[in-house]
Nanobody, 113 residues
Framework: QVHVVESGGGLVQPGGSLRLSCAASGTIVSRNTMGWYRQGSGKQLEVVALIASGGSTNYADSVQGRFTIFRDNANNTVYLQMNNLKPEDTADYYC???????WGTGTQVTVSS
């Protein structure tokens, strides 16, 4: 069975940084397109960042230049480095093996002073 588990969320002040982790089991992250999505309170689920098996990346316009998605093949983990966080980044963040239907339970990020 394929599982992904997110971690690394928390409370951070505006302008701060967090790094989210997505540890995968039952599949190899480098052979899949992996994605980070988020859902804020009262908002729809939206894509944040994607990394394809070949290593190409895509970002939502709202996070371009502030967030970086990357993977550690040795640890079979995908990360989301989030810098210059803004209050509007507050959301539950989810990791997925794109197209598989496999999602983690999410990690909460709160950006507030």
């Amino acid at each position: 069975q394929v599982h992904v588990v997110e971690s690394g969320g928390g409370l951070v002040q505006p302008g701060g940084s967090l790094r989210l982790s997505c540890a995968a089991s039952g599949t190899i992250v480098s052979r899949n397109t992996m994605g980070w999505y988020r859902q804020g309170s009262g908002k729809q689920l939206e894509v944040v960042a994607l990394i394809a098996s070949g290593g190409s990346t895509n970002y939502a316009d709202s996070v371009q230049g502030r967030f970086t998605i990357f993977r550690d093949n040795a640890n079979n983990t995908v990360y989301l480095q989030m810098n210059n966080l803004k209050p509007e980044d507050t959301a539950d963040y989810y990791c997925t093996v794109v197209g598989s239907g496999v999602w983690g339970t999410g990690t909460q990020v709160t950006v507030s002073s």
